[in-house]
């Protein structure tokens, strides 16, 4: 396995909003919202300048839903959406990416299996004047470390991987918060090639209607052939983990690299 696709961002879920897609192949990337207050990153939806628009992220929407560890969803409304912090997960400045989700997607199962110099690829939902949310692969990187945090670690270990790991989200907000001590987490960190491509994101999804009225978004198979997808649910729209066989060389090659995308 050299490729694993990972579903990121803001949309319906979380957010009420999609980042746009422009009409000339620039587009926006919005992260989703911190669980909590309480954590060390310092950017917040009122300051998140969009790249190719003046509003922020927070002109984008006027709700945000908060999934805390207690399970109870929080709505956050009006003006301290503004003020409201971002999970910044993927950092693509930093190249890190956290994740601990394990049942539906299978992403820690399949993250956890990346070696160094395999890739792990991002895709989020953005809007363009179709009103139809697809899904696009928007930037990447070279995995360089991959870190384990397992339930059963001490407190004095878990302390210690996530020290490792300063810029990812995971590991600003577990400075302020109790850590979720019964998920395992995984913690890629890259090296390049890797970042946020500039413009023309690769679509990924179609939406199909089905019998019982309700559509959904599924993965093209023009996508599914062109990257060797060979798990993960085909259904997008709840953005599983996709594993390709491509090797990571044939996938910077046919990709390019951001920066110069």
Not at 69 to 81: F, I, L, S, T
Not at 128 to 157: C, N, Q, W
Request: charged share 35%; glycine share 8%.
């Amino acid at each position: 396995m050299t490729v694993v696709f990972a579903g990121v961002g803001a949309d319906d879920s979380n957010v009420n909003a999609h980042a746009p897609l422009y009409g000339d192949g620039r587009f926006e990337y919005v992260p989703i919202p911190e669980k909590t207050v309480e954590t060390d990153e310092p950017r917040t939806f009122g300051d998140w300048e969009l790249r190719y628009d003046d509003r922020t992220a927070a002109d984008l929407t006027n709700r945000l839903d908060t999934y805390p560890e207690d399970g109870e969803a929080r709505v956050v409304r009006g003006e301290a959406v503004a003020e409201w912090p971002f999970h910044r997960d993927p950092n693509f400045e930093a190249l890190t990416y956290g994740e601990h989700r394990a049942g539906f997607g299978q992403y820690v199962p399949r993250l956890r299996r990346l070696d160094p110099g395999d890739v792990v690829a991002f895709y989020t939902s953005l809007v363009e004047a179709d009103p139809r949310k697809h899904r696009y692969l928007i930037g990447y990187f070279v995995v360089d470390e991959v870190t384990m945090i397992e339930p059963d670690d001490s407190p004095a270990a878990k302390r210690e991987k996530l020290a490792r790991h300063p810029e990812n989200a995971h590991a600003k907000r577990a400075g302020k918060v109790p850590f979720y001590d019964d998920k395992p987490l995984v913690i890629l960190d890259g090296r390049e090639p890797g970042g946020l491509f500039e413009r023309d994101p690769i679509r990924l999804s179609e939406y199909r209607d089905r019998p019982d009225g309700r559509g959904g978004y599924y993965l093209r198979p023009d996508a599914s052939e062109r990257f060797d997808v060979v798990e993960g649910s085909e259904y997008m729209t709840r953005k599983p983990a996709l594993v390709s066989d491509l090797d990571a060389e044939s996938f910077v090659a046919d990709v390019g690299r951001p920066g110069e995308r």
